[in-house]
């Protein structure tokens, strides 16, 4: 089975403070993305990379920044942490599907709170 | 740009069927999806359509596509307690790595 590793379920950090949410996927998969969820918003999209040190800017990324050092490894960045970042944060990568479709693997999410 | 809708929440007894609806405005879009949140887990996609099809039956599980209202549905028949979670519609356009999400639809079933 695919495996989305997120490094830490729950995380309480300080206004201000630098935040590294990492992620790691075992399946050697080219596209990985950030989304935070947040209650009637859905899912959003941070950022994506497809490639190893390649990024792409999605629907909200400011305040963000991604790094992508290794293939398996999508790290999300808040550079300076503020309280309207706190949120749910989905890691994910993906394969194709029929064609030019991607199916998306999920890891179980960080739960940050900024105080 | 993109944008997909979904009602928040949805309640029905067991054994009923569930209708999960959604819409979306991209008429690019050439993938739709279906994924399901349990709680306290990540998503995972139950069941996805190509845009030129009308219809996929998988189990329990029809999905509806109305390309030219721009209307995606999910059935669940004999809804059961353990299909209580969140569901969410997704769309890709062809060409493109980024799968746009809705709001998602909380799914309550009733003993």
């Known amino acids: 089975d695919v495996k989305v590793t997120q490094s830490s379920r729950y995380l309480v950090k300080r206004t201000g403070e630098k935040v590294f949410l990492e992620c790691v996927q075992d399946?050697?998969?080219?596209?990985m993305f950030w989304y935070r969820q947040d209650p009637g918003l859905g899912l959003r999209l941070i950022y994506f990379?497809?490639?190893?040190?390649?990024?792409e800017k999605g629907d909200i990324p400011e305040g963000y920044s991604v790094s992508r050092e290794k293939k398996e490894r999508f790290s999300l960045i808040l550079e300076s942490a503020s309280t309207n970042q706190t949120s749910m944060y989905l890691c994910?990568?993906?394969?194709?599907?029929?064609?030019?479709?991607?199916?998306?693997?999920f890891g179980s999410g960080t739960q940050l709170s900024v105080l | 740009g993109e944008d997909v809708e979904q009602s928040l929440f949805l309640s029905v007894r067991e054994g009923d069927s569930s209708v999960i609806n959604c819409t979306y405005t991209?008429?690019?879009?050439?993938?739709l999806y279906w994924y399901k949140q349990e709680p306290g887990a990540g998503l995972q996609l139950l069941t996805y359509?190509?845009?030129?099809?009308d219809m996929k039956q998988d189990q329990r599980l029809t999905v509806l596509l109305n390309k030219k209202d721009k209307h995606l549905s999910l059935r669940i028949a004999d809804t059961q307690t353990g299909d209580s979670a969140i569901y969410f519609c997704?769309?890709?356009?062809?060409?493109?790595?980024?799968?746009?999400f809705g709001t998602g639809t909380k799914l309550q079933v009733i003993p």
């Open positions: 399946m050697d998969h080219e596209n």
């Open positions: 359509i190509f845009s030129n099809m």
């Open positions: 990379s497809y490639d190893v040190k390649m990024k």
């Open positions: 991209d008429s690019s879009s050439t993938y």
């Open positions: 997704a769309e890709k356009a062809g060409g493109y790595q980024k799968v746009t």
């Open positions: 994910a990568s993906s394969s194709p599907i029929g064609g030019s479709g991607e199916k998306l693997f």
